[in-house]
């Protein structure tokens, strides 16, 4: 079992992105910082050519899948349940994909997004404070594994899941080895060199996040092979960004959360990602001090959240009510 490199963890994901014809991305924005949501589904049935997309839309409600969304290609099938708040930090997520059949060329993809920015200040009686931002998570992953058959066509046959988190901090400082006599160099064509004691300023960055991933894929005539760690369990942890940080300084956060799962030229394929207890975004200062939110986020962390209904129950009563949606329009033709 050989682990994915990151850099080809991060391209599986926008892959998957871009071959969702529906992803679409919705953008709440606000003075100080801006929330993108998006959502979308992927359902082709390459052996009756039937194909369907569903992906965000600016009609719904901006942070929210709208409830249970499921579309059906002959027994390919793609669901998304998904909302988020900002405004206290939570993102949360139901995908799952599955189908039937036994020729191994069918697609389904189902994933959700959400990327936040936003500035904030800490303020307080000293020069510097302890900033700590913390993402609560509890995914589950079902459905992994994949048993080895005849490679159909040469193409590629793989099933993925990913649930990751991100966050990353910045400020800009002064230089504390700022030297007004250094100078920069022109080397012409091949740009201009400013050595760190020429630079007036610095930047401070800092980035902590959690990614589960795994894909189950067909290797060589009859064999498997698989990348990353994650298994048919569930896992909860915390991730940790703590930093010291000055205060009447404006820091840059970005957040990128993001929940998928994926059945690409597969017969038989069934994933679910169940993140619907997952993300809880908090920040906390030293005590004495506080922060402002230039968006007006209060990142009240997983203590201030309000519990979730069970990711099963919420599965089931949205495929109940489909249920009676189809039998309520069978009684009416």
Not at 185 to 206: R, W
């Amino acid at each position: 079992m050989s682990r994915m490199p990151s850099a080809a963890r991060h391209a599986a994901i926008a892959v998957a992105l871009l071959t969702s014809a529906a992803a679409q991305a919705v953008t709440t924005d606000s003075p100080g910082g801006s929330a993108t949501f998006s959502w979308g589904l992927t359902a082709e049935n390459l052996v009756t050519q039937t194909y369907n997309y569903r992906g965000s839309d600016y009609s719904q409600n901006p942070l929210s899948s709208g409830g249970l969304q499921t579309i059906n290609s002959g027994g390919v099938q793609a669901s998304v349940n998904a909302w988020a708040d900002p405004t206290s930090g939570l993102f949360k997520s139901i995908t799952s994909v599955q189908m039937s059949g036994s020729t191994p060329i069918n697609i389904a993809e189902s994933y959700a997004r959400l990327d936040i920015s936003d500035t904030v200040r800490v303020t307080g009686p000293g020069d510097t404070a302890t900033l700590s931002i913390t993402m609560d998570y509890n995914t589950t992953f079902s459905g992994l594994g994949m048993t080895p058959f005849e490679r159909y066509q040469l193409i590629s046959h793989f099933m993925q899941v990913n649930s990751s988190r991100y966050v990353q901090a910045s400020y800009v400082t002064a230089n504390p080895g700022y030297d007004p006599a250094a100078q920069c160099t022109d080397f012409g064509s091949d740009g201009i060199f400013c050595p760190p004691e020429a630079q007036s300023t610095i930047t401070v960055n800092q980035s902590a996040g959690k990614d589960l991933f795994r894909e189950w894929a067909l290797g060589g005539p009859q064999g498997v092979y698989s990348n990353g760690d994650a298994e048919n369990t569930s896992y909860t942890g915390q991730v940790l960004l703590q930093m010291v940080v000055p205060t009447n300084v404006d820091i840059s956060l970005n957040f990128q959360l993001y929940n998928g799962a994926r059945c690409f030229h597969l017969a038989n394929c069934n994933l679910i990602t169940d993140a619907s207890h997952s993300d809880y975004i908090g920040l906390s200062v030293d005590s004495g001090y506080v922060f402002s939110s230039a968006a007006g986020y209060s990142y009240l962390g997983m203590a201030a959240a309000v519990p979730e209904p069970n990711a099963a129950v919420l599965l089931v009563a949205g495929l109940s009510a489909l249920g009676l949606v189809r039998r309520f329009a069978a009684r009416r033709s």
